[in-house]
DNA sequence: TGTACATCAGTGAACGCGCGTTCACTGATGTAC
DNA sequence: TGTACATCAGTGAACGCGCGTTCACTGATGTAC
């Protein structure tokens, strides 16, 4: 299938112009793609996303879901190398903090509320998170069964831990904390 | 001094356009914020603002460095009224994460790498930054000598600590996390 | 104390820009008979 | 197997928009003499 510019029906542009703005992601922020750069990307004209994308929202919107997905994957990708509770918390951070850091923008764009407004999860967004809010409590349950840890509230320790991994994949995408900082920062806290 | 449209010489024009665009950025976020309407809101032509500002982006680290201002201030002052370490360093967290959720936007501005570029702040943002790695240090040097948090690596663990704050700051803003959830979020990690 | 004049701090008009979006269109594809 | 036709997925032209910024200007202020 040629990619010409007079080429009708793509056959695959809903593909073709999310991987074009993943492209645009990996140096400007979310706010900063325009719908005509993208389609130019795409080598397609400026309203042919118009047959795949309600708006330039909805296409950012989707992009969002699509970086959700592969932040959640490579949770638990980690998760699944390890068996020491304590060694799966820790791979379990260092999944979040490695995709902040390698695809800033990206994970920026699934915390925009422009674009992937909290509280208001659409039927693809809704059950990630559910995914990975579930993923997180399953480790923590399972953390505080080991000694040193025991007695501490599951709930409050998982909302600990998650704004503590949070954190430090902003400051490290942001620039303010070598990446290398963060497990030894995440292994002082919770020594 | 009359604030009519065609008052010469408004006397206070620069903390009028300050405030004006602090105004603004209760509502939107600093990427939406448009010189325009800064102008208007301070009652003065479009480009008025240009005897003061260099450009638009120069008004919005004037806003930054008085966000971060702020944002010091309030750690400074919370600090204050306690005596136990451990005392402090709740107080301090309580104080930045507060910040954030009383001023969203101004604390995003903070953290916004267009306005407030990390790694080259300039005279006015570098001590302000300065001021608050000490005092976080500070903070942490009188912790480490608490029982239960000896022979912890300070550098270390003020990066975490940081993190952790700096990472309920940002959910509690963007609505993840219920603002009464930090306190006990952070107690349950550092228990 | 007046006066001449430089400077400061505003003004409105105008510019070019890229954008999102709408429109009427057309070529390619798939399907019913 | 052909054919008629609906639908799908593109096209280029055009729109209006608010914006940042530049320009030449003018009224107000402060200062030297």
Redesign the pocket.
């Known amino acids: 299938m040629s990619r010409s ?2 080429t ?4 695959n ?1 809903q593909a073709a112009l999310e991987d074009a703005a993943l492209e645009l992601l990996t140096t400007q922020p979310a706010a900063k793609i ?4 993208v389609a130019r990307r795409a080598g ?5 996303p ?3 994308f309600g ?3 909805a296409l950012l919107h989707a992009l969002g879901v699509r970086a959700m997905r592969e932040l959640l994957e490579a949770q638990e990708r980690a998760v699944e190398g390890e068996s020491d509770p304590i060694a799966r918390v820790r791979a379990l951070g260092g999944a979040y903090v490695d995709y902040a850091a390698d695809h800033p923008q990206a994970f920026a764009l699934v915390f925009d509320p422009e674009y992937c407004p909290p509280g208001h999860p659409d039927a693809d967004m809704a059950p990630l998170i559910t995914r990975n809010e579930e993923l997180l409590a399953a480790e923590v349950a399972a953390l505080v069964q080991q000694p040193g840890f025991t007695g501490r509230d599951p709930e409050a320790l998982a909302a600990g831990m998650w704004a503590t991994v949070h954190g430090m994949a902003v400051l490290v995408m942001l620039g303010h904390l070598p990446r290398e900082a963060a497990q030894p920062a995440l292994d002082a806290l919770i020594a």
């Open positions: 510019r007079a009708y029906h793509h056959g542009l325009s719908l005509r750069e397609v004209s400026h309203n042919a118009y047959n795949h708006d330039r929202a």
